[in-house]
């Protein structure tokens, strides 16, 4: 689950650096899409990158949901009794939300591939085969960004409790000042990939970027 949960996030730390390209204007941010497909061309094919990298992002969400549902039964066969009454003394939102949090990221996923690689769904009915302009009139609508916050919402938290637990598991908790270095770890990380990712979606809204 740690490690496949790494891959994710070195996958989304590289995907919200790419996408501030937006800010470079339409013909930078159109031409670092096409690099990313003739990348490593001749000894790679076209597209061959991206291939590596969606295999890997495969392979990392199936032991992802995997290791999920494994923990998720032996929790269940740890307390076969119910409470009889359950307080919240010390868990965090995030942490309380990691499981129905990582399903609506999983329908995120579909509904944002749909959008920008495999439909290219213009919902003003523009240009498709173009990049930028499928952000710009994407995020023209007020409820396309609303969707996306949503979501980037959710990405957060799951980063916030992810990136803590991640650490757990690789024994990086061990002392009160490494338990205080994870947490602030998780919060670094949480902000930094939702809020870099949401200033795309809110230059465009703002007609900062157009
Ligand atoms: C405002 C936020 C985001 C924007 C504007 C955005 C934009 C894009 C665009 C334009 C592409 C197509 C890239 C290309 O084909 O050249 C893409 C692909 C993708 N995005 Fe995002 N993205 C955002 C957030 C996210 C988030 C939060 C996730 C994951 C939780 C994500 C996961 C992916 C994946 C898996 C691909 C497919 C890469 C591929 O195999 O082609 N994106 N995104």
Do not use: C
Request: aromatic share 10%; glycine share 10%.
């Amino acid at each position: 689950m740690a490690v496949s949960g790494l891959i994710f996030i070195g996958f989304l730390l590289i995907h919200m650096y790419g996408n501030l390209k937006v800010f470079a204007g339409h013909d930078a941010f159109n031409e670092y899409a096409h690099h990313l497909r003739t990348f490593g061309e001749p000894m790679l094919p076209y597209g061959g990158l991206l291939w590596i990298i969606r295999v890997t992002l495969i392979a990392a969400l199936v032991a992802h949901v995997s290791s999920a549902v494994m923990l998720t039964i032996r929790a269940g066969k740890a307390r076969t009794t119910k409470y009889a009454v359950k307080k919240n003394l010390a868990s965090s939102l995030s942490s309380r939300t990691m499981r129905w949090g990582g399903l609506a990221l999983f329908i995120f996923v579909i509904w944002h591939l749909i959008h920008f690689t495999i439909g290219k769904v213009n919902p003003t009915g523009g240009a498709t085969n173009d990049p930028y302009q499928l952000v710009v009139d994407s995020f023209g609508l007020w409820w396309m960004v609303l969707i996306y916050l949503a979501a980037l919402v959710a990405v957060g938290l799951h980063l916030h409790h992810g990136t803590w637990s991640a650490m757990q598991t690789l024994g990086l908790t061990g002392s009160p000042r490494a338990r205080s270095r994870a947490k602030a770890a998780g919060l670094v990380i949480a902000v930094l990939i939702a809020g870099g990712f949401a200033l795309v979606p809110l230059s465009v809204l703002f007609g900062i970027v157009a």
